[in-house]
């Protein structure tokens, strides 16, 4: 599902964390990307890559995520 935009610049990025997280904070951050897309990324470690997806990866995963396609 992950798309190979990867190489994208996020050097610039705004990213966010999400509203919930866990007793320790171990949350997922997000940003948007050129054409609607989305790049997320372990707040933990924000130094490794993070996942990219294209506009329509991102709409079609609360789909796949409730038909347990994931």
């Known amino acids: ?3 190979k935009s990867g190489a994208t610049c996020l ?3 705004t990213w966010r964390k999400a509203k919930a ?5 171990n949350r997922a951050e997000i940003t948007g990307l050129p054409g609607g897309g989305i ?3 372990d707040s933990k470690h924000p ?3 993070p996942r990219c ?3 329509g990866e991102w709409a ?3 789909h796949r995520v ?3 396609e994931l």
Request: glycine share 8%; charged share 20%.
């Open 1 to 3: 599902m992950a798309s």
């Open 11 to 13: 050097s610039a990025a």
């Open 21 to 25: 997280g866990g007793a320790e904070h």
């Open 39 to 41: 790049a997320v990324r």
């Open 47 to 49: 130094e490794r890559a």
């Open 53 to 55: 997806f294209t506009a």
């Open 60 to 62: 079609a995963f609360p």
């Open 66 to 68: 409730l038909s347990r």
